[in-house]
């Protein structure tokens, strides 16, 4: 299990560094984070992406595994004396977020929460998300099996995705599209791989529960971490590129090269985020 450093909530990141590959360092938080799109649900006047986010500093544990969260999962974990204040897992940290709402209202359909940019949510009395409603998509229906996991989100256009489980797991085994099928594997709560036709990835994590490398038949990515005090030290990828990160109190120094080009040195003042968050680091 990994070592809890860093506070988990609200995350506010300062700066945002992005090595080829799509493998994204927050260098505030000292993570890697990757996002995959695995359906879209929309027409021509707009569409929803389900996408799926590693984040090696979310301890979060949602339908794909350990360290994973997804648009799709969002709930009411807070009360106040009123009514519960839902939250949402943001889909790029995989950290706990308020969703900014401008108005929360209890009535007998459920939670209805107006977003300030004029989104819709609707949310059951246990608090799970069953409807969006946006001016950029088609409104959104999710549906949920009777061990309450998500099983269908249907768009009011007739798109649809599905979630199929294995027997008693939380985890979701099948993702079915009018597209395509992705199937997913696990071992324990972590997820090794999935496979959609012929094009798979593989996944191996370290023994702190932390992504390690990205593999598929025409590239891969690695990681390295500090163990103890679960931080990203170093990426690299196919391509033959690397980055190495050093953190001190109030920066971030990253130091990146590639074939045939010159090493190039980036430094981030993450200062504010220290102060606010009370992050530790080694000198």
Request: aromatic residues 10%; glycine residues 6%; proline residues 3%.
């Amino acid at each position: 299990m990994k070592h809890i450093i860093f506070s988990l909530s609200a995350l506010v990141l300062t700066s945002t560094f992005t090595p080829p590959a799509s493998g994204d360092v927050q260098v505030a938080e000292a993570s890697f984070i990757k996002t995959w799109v695995d359906s879209t649900l929309g027409n021509s006047e707009g569409s929803f992406a389900m996408k799926r986010s590693y984040n090696s500093r979310s301890l979060y544990q949602g339908i794909f595994g350990f360290g994973w969260c997804s648009s799709l999962e969002s709930m009411v974990i807070k009360k106040t004396v009123q009514y519960p204040i839902p939250q949402t897992y943001f889909v790029q940290t995989c950290g706990l977020k308020d969703l900014n709402f401008s108005k929360v209202q209890r009535t007998k359909k459920g939670i209805r929460a107006l977003h300030k940019n004029g989104d819709h949510y609707l949310y059951t009395l246990t608090g799970q998300l069953i409807q969006i409603q946006s001016d950029s998509h088609p409104r959104l229906i999710l549906k949920y099996d009777l061990k309450n996991r998500l099983s269908e989100v249907r768009s009011e256009k007739s798109r649809w995705i599905q979630f199929l489980y294995a027997g008693e797991s939380a985890h979701v085994q099948t993702l079915i599209t009018p597209m395509n099928t992705l199937s997913f594997t696990y071992m324990g709560d972590l997820l090794l791989r999935w496979q959609s036709g012929e094009q798979k990835i593989k996944l191996r994590y370290d023994d702190f529960d932390n992504l390690i490398e990205i593999r598929s038949s025409q590239d891969f990515e690695k990681m390295t971490y500090n163990d103890h005090l679960d931080q990203l030290i170093s990426y690299e990828n196919s391509e033959g590129c690397r980055q190495q990160m050093h953190y001190a109190r109030a920066t971030t120094t990253i130091l990146e090269s590639c074939p045939g080009q010159n090493p190039e040195k980036k430094n981030f003042d993450i200062s504010e985020f220290n102060e606010r968050m009370g992050v530790l680091h080694e000198n």
